[in-house]
């Protein structure tokens, strides 16, 4: 499944790719940005850079049971440094839809468009 994240800044780009993950994971109407979570990533380029920043998401969001409805992140020389908001996962509130294995580098890219926005894209395996 494609996700793809638009924005003024590459950043925002990150962030709005993250979500159109998340809205892939839950029903983001369900979730509440409860508790936040910090993400460290480093990758010389852009792209992998973005991956890098989903799949880090997708472990954290794994390894602590939650979901995740809200992001910020910053970038820098190659390092992201990074926030997603979420709660625990509970059955009984929140819709879940597809689990959301990893992100590929498939039709991966990051790019800004003829109007200046920058665009993050790439393919997710459910």
Not at 13 to 31: G, K, Y
């Amino acid at each position: 499944m494609g996700i793809r994240g638009v924005g003024p800044t590459v950043e925002a780009a990150f962030e709005q790719a993250a979500m159109a993950m998340a809205a892939i994971v839950a029903d983001l109407s369900t979730v509440e940005p409860c508790e936040p979570v910090e993400v460290y990533c480093s990758q010389p380029e852009l792209d992998l850079l973005l991956v890098d920043w989903l799949n880090s998401l997708l472990y954290q969001a794994a390894i602590r049971r939650m979901v995740f409805c809200k992001f910020n992140c910053q970038i820098s020389n190659g390092q992201l440094s990074g926030k997603a908001w979420g709660e625990p996962i509970d059955p009984a509130k929140h819709v879940l839809l597809v689990e959301v294995k990893a992100a590929t580098l498939a039709c991966l890219d990051v790019y800004q468009d003829e109007k200046g926005r920058w665009v993050a894209q790439c393919i997710v395996d459910v």
